[in-house]
């Protein structure tokens, strides 16, 4: 099961679908309202995933959102997990950006899962993260990101304490779910549990 970020499409995810299933993989990939509340899109993951044991990939905002479904539902059984640039510790930018009115409105309801939390992996399942380190992305215009980043979502707002492994590669915040590299990376771990 593949979940976009924020405001994009299902269609985010079409390519790296397209190359999860030339390796055999089934895909599906997952839409949802980014302005409407986290719980009420936790739900609706929880609905469509009912009694299935699926690999999740996702990316940005939908990665957090994965993130949150899994500790939500503790007992709902898994295949491995990947996450793309997913801030589930929190997002500077996504605060920036709700600083103003405008930002407000465009995050909607998803406003307060962006700010700063401890971020951490008791399940079993394995759980693998990459994130990227060209900053190029809205996020810059919104002011200086410290540390590595995206250009959206800084190294460190991916770290999750209990993770399986966690990659750095070089790439925009919004070329990690059409990097080729990328797909090699989640392919390999979903078949092995690691990157390496």
């Known amino acids: 099961m593949l979940v976009p970020g924020l405001w994009m499409p ?6 790296i679908a397209a190359r999860l299933r030339a390796a055999g993989y089934a895909t599906r990939c997952f839409a949802y309202r980014g302005r409407e509340p986290f719980q009420a899109n936790i739900e609706r993951v929880a609905r469509y995933v009912e009694g299935r044991c699926v690999h999740f990939v ?53 406003f307060a899962r962006w700010t700063e939390c401890d971020a951490d992996w008791r399940r079993p399942e394995r759980l693998g993260v990459i994130a990227g380190t060209r900053p190029l992305g809205l996020g810059r215009a919104l002011g200086r990101l410290p540390g590595e980043n995206d250009g959206v979502v800084r190294v460190d707002e991916t770290r999750i304490e209990g993770m399986a ?6 790439e925009p915040h919004s070329g990690l779910p059409v990097s080729s590299r990328v797909a090699s990376l989640v392919r390999r771990f979903l078949a092995t549990g690691r990157f390496a």
């Open 10 to 15: 299902a269609a985010e995810m079409w390519l």
């Open 58 to 110: 996702g990316h940005s905002t939908g990665g957090v959102l994965i993130y949150d479904f899994l500790r939500q539902f503790p007992a709902h059984a898994c295949g491995r997990v990947v996450l793309l640039g997913a801030p589930v510790r929190g997002c500077l930018a996504g605060r920036r950006l709700g600083a103003a009115a405008i930002g407000r409105w465009m995050l909607g309801a998803s």
């Open 165 to 170: 492994e966690h990659v750095l590669v070089r």
